[in-house]
């Protein structure tokens, strides 16, 4: 354990830097939670004025896409760390982090972090902000269940940012990262269960571990019902864990590789 | 230096802080950098910036290297310091190649890049101090203290509680310095040291050069032809052609 104090240390440190820098904007926490808000205040509304099959009552539904809006913080949360990198390129501030002991793959997955703490945070005070504004009542006793899995499932999702980092290291852009986005967001069922989707693209809500997430955030956080047995969704969802991380952070350390050579760790 | 005449900036810092004497490197003393047929040849230029490169570093030797701009100061510094791969030749530090064993290599380096990068401006200048001596994996205690020479040998104590964006451009290279030396490193790497800085800051950055010196450390300081580095080397040589010359 003593080996990995400075590591540990090191770490704490960019995650203390960028909650100074996060809480130097006085007004990002609460502009943060404003939208959060507004499409709470959507989904609410559309609640109320379409009744469907597949929910029984309009805050079936609500409840249904609260959920999918706290994903979709989480998922715009780590996919802002590309961006994050990018600026560390940019101001130079990359350079340290590259000839520091610690190195620059560490200081990149240290760079998760603050993130991750901050869509943990997020999904808490969007879970309060349906309770307190919208009248829905959350199985609070089952959230600290759900604070680990949000945890694997960010874990998943910065496997794929750490592919984008990877290519903002290497390319200078990862154009797809919007696109991804919008992606999951349509075939990991944020808003409509995955059954309404044609047959020639339910498959891509199996090959990816944001379905396995949203479906147990679902049911520890509202008390929906599974789609899959829960251990299913467990053991998909660290799969996928298992397998993107290490393909993540060789992608990265060979960017950085290259980048070395090609000398756009200095020159962004 | 007649009566009446302006001193030069230089003349006034050796009157502020006149260099400690320095020990003269030992003949028989083994290098501790060695870097031997360097190559790097960027694409889109017609030749080579580095080429079969040799330069060997002795503990305690200050080195100072001018050229003219684009003859490749600034990537010999940046390869030295592993932030660029060369095509081909050794770097070794300390008996440890570079791109071996990076944590224990990158532990004996400090690299000052040129230019006023590398600070984050929301940040204080403890905050950073903290920050890099974190990265630089230093222990609870010797973080302490690294922090707490620095402080001194650099004159932080009044602006330790200011964010980057409210420190002068000389104030900022201050901080860029303090960074380099913070966790005692072997070699020390200066990009055009004396940016921005007045002639008493000169004075701080000439005082940890020769403390370095003086517990066995080395310099490579790089600057422009005609600039004066601002610090008293040993030895000055000349990149030319991509090869070091003597001056």
């Known amino acids: 354990m003593s ?24 007004w990002r926490l609460g502009t943060q939670y404003v939208g959060v808000l507004f499409s709470l205040a959507v989904f609410y509304y559309i609640s109320r004025l379409v009744r469907v099959e597949a929910f029984a009552t309009p805050t079936a539904y609500f409840s249904y896409a609260a959920v999918g809006v706290i994903i979709l913080q989480v998922l715009q949360v780590t996919l802002d760390i590309p961006v994050a990198v990018r600026q560390e390129l ?4 990359f350079e340290r982090m590259a000839v520091s002991p610690f190195g620059p793959v560490a200081s ?15 999904m808490l005070v969007t879970l309060t902000l349906t309770a ?92 929906l019902p599974l789609r899959a047995s829960a251990w299913g969704d467990v053991a998909r969802l660290v799969g996928f864990s298992a ?23 200095t020159e962004y | 230096m007649g009566a009446g005449m302006p001193l030069t900036d230089d003349e006034r810092l050796r009157v502020a802080h006149p260099a400690d004497p320095r020990p003269t490197p030992g003949q028989d003393a083994e290098p501790l950098l060695v870097v031997e047929g360097l190559r790097k040849h960027w694409r889109g230029r017609p030749a080579p910036t580095l080429d079969e490169l040799d330069l ?12 003219r701009n684009g003859t490749g100061k600034t990537t010999l510094l940046r390869i030295i310091g592993g932030l660029v791969a060369p095509d081909r030749g050794l770097v070794q530090l300390d008996g440890i190649a570079l791109g071996t064993r990076r944590r224990a290599y990158q532990r004996q380096i400090g690299l000052l890049t040129p230019g006023d990068r590398g600070l984050y401006a929301r940040v204080t200048v403890a905050r950073h101090l903290d920050l890099w001596a974190r990265l630089a994996l230093l222990d609870t205690q010797a973080r302490a203290a690294a922090i707490s020479s620095v402080h001194a040998r650099f004159d932080l104590a009044d602006i330790a509680d200011l964010r980057v964006d409210q420190l002068s451009m000389g104030q900022r290279q201050r901080v860029r310095l303090a960074l380099v030396f913070l966790h005692a490193p072997r070699l020390v790497l200066l990009d055009e040291p004396a940016t921005s800085l007045d002639v008493v800051a000169l004075g701080f950055v000439r005082r940890a050069v020769d403390e370095l010196a003086r517990r066995g450390g080395m310099c490579l300081v790089v600057v422009p032809e005609g600039a004066d580095p601002g610090l008293e080397a040993g030895r000055a040589l000349v990149l030319r052609d991509g090869r070091l010359e003597r001056a």
Do not use: N
């Open chain 1, 3 to 26: 080996a990995w104090r400075p590591q540990l240390a090191a770490a704490a440190g960019i995650f203390q830097r960028d909650l100074t820098v996060f809480l130097s904007y006085r």
């Open chain 1, 108 to 122: 990149i997955l240290s760079l998760f972090l603050f993130p991750i703490a901050s869509a943990i945070l997020t």
């Open chain 2, 56 to 67: 060997e570093l002795s503990p305690g030797e200050v080195v100072a290297v001018t050229g």
């Open chain 1, 243 to 265: 397998v993107l991380l290490p393909v993540g952070v060789a992608g990265l350390s060979l960017a950085i590789d290259r980048s070395r050579r090609l000398g756009t760790l």
């Open chain 1, 132 to 223: 307190v504004v919208f009248g829905l009542d959350p199985s609070w006793s089952r959230v600290p269940l759900a604070i680990p899995v949000a945890a694997v499932g960010a874990l998943a999702l910065g496997a794929i940012a750490l592919l984008f980092v990877a290519m903002i290291v290497r390319f200078k852009q990862a154009p797809g990262a919007a696109y991804v986005l919008a992606a999951i967001s349509l075939v990991a069922g944020f808003y409509f269960p995955v059954e309404l989707l044609p047959w020639w693209l339910s498959w891509a809500s199996d090959v990816q571990p944001f379905t396995p997430a949203v479906d147990l955030l679902r049911h520890l956080l509202v008390g």
């Open chain 1, 90 to 93: 940019v101001a130079g501030t």
